[in-house]
Structure formats: structure tokens, C-alpha cells
């Protein structure tokens, strides 16, 4: 199965050039293996990211609210989740070393146009926020963001989330 298949919803032009890109740069998706069972805890988070040191303070943020947070290190990696998972909010991380941020959040909310994605950034000013919205993203997550803060982003974005399926 490819993209074309599993993806069809949204607007003809810029939804299916963003699949038509995805699809071109992970043409192997059918490939890839299977992401595990679904998990029914509150809030479900897809996190992007090579850092080490953000996935460990997520992971620990994460135990503590009992949420379910599931990471991987390339946005090829995260299409089997994708497909056999509900995850309402995903979070790219923005340094990661192997793409451009902008063709990976149109990639993914071109896959899962009913989830949040959001760029966590070392900069969060409204020209970059600004050019997440132009990419169909959610919002910027300062990486720097205290941990009340960063919860409560998370929850919010995870909150529209959900209500988009709504």
C-alpha cells in the first residue's frame, strides 16, 4: 500500500502536492514494520526527534502525567505509527540533522491532517510561528519553555487535537 492509497482527504492541491512530496521521499512506506498496539492513556504524543536529552525530559514529563509517549528519529519512521495508531499530537523536533522542518510538517499533516503537529524549537518567534501555520502545523514549542510551561502547550495542542475529530 502507498500513501495515495490511505491518504485521500483535504484539498486537491496543496494536500495532495504535500503527499505527492511525502511520497516521493518515503516511497517505501508499505515496507516498514509494524508500530505496536494502541494505548488508551489521556493523552497520546508522537515525538520526532534525534536529542537524547529532549526525549529523556519529555519521557520524564510524560511518566509523571501518565501520558503515552512513543518516539522515533525520522518522520519515515513515524509512518507505521501513523497508520495503526490514533495519535492526536505529534511533535517534530526541529533540529533534527536529516531535513528541512518545513517539508516534514507539510509531510505530516498531509498524513494526518486531523492531528496537531508542532515544531519544538530553540526559537519560538512569531515569524517562525508564521511559517509553521504556512505549512499547515499547529504551533512552536520553545524548547527552552519551562516544564509548567511545556505541559501546558502540550495539553492544549493535544486538546485541539481531539476536538478536530470531533
Request: hydrophobic residues 40%; neutral net charge.
Amino acid at each position: 500500500m502507498n500513501l495515495s492509497h490511505w491518504l485521500g482527504r483535504g484539498s486537491k492541491t496543496g494536500v495532495q502536492e504535500a503527499k505527492l512530496r511525502a511520497e516521493e521521499r518515503y516511497p517505501h512506506t508499505d515496507e516498514l514494520a509494524s508500530a505496536g498496539s494502541h494505548t488508551s492513556a489521556a493523552v497520546r504524543l508522537l515525538l520526532i526527534t534525534s536529542d537524547d536529552q529532549f526525549y529523556a525530559f519529555l519521557r520524564e514529563i510524560a511518566n509523571d502525567r501518565k501520558w503515552s509517549l512513543s518516539r522515533v528519529g525520522t518522520v519515515e519512521q513515524a509512518f507505521p505509527i501513523l497508520q495503526q495508531q490514533d495519535v492526536p499530537l505529534i511533535l517534530y523536533d526541529w533540529n533534527n540533522p536529516q531535513s528541512d522542518w518545513r517539508e516534514e510538517v507539510l509531510s505530516l499533516t498531509a498524513l494526518r491532517p486531523d492531528s496537531c503537529v508542532v515544531l519544538a524549537s530553540t526559537v519560538a518567534d512569531e515569524y517562525l510561528r508564521r511559517e509553521v501555520a504556512r505549512n499547515r502545523g499547529y504551533d512552536v514549542l520553545p524548547r527552552s519553555a519551562d516544564r509548567d510551561k511545556l505541559i501546558r502547550s502540550l495539553q492544549f495542542a493535544w486538546f485541539w487535537g481531539i476536538r478536530s475529530r470531533l
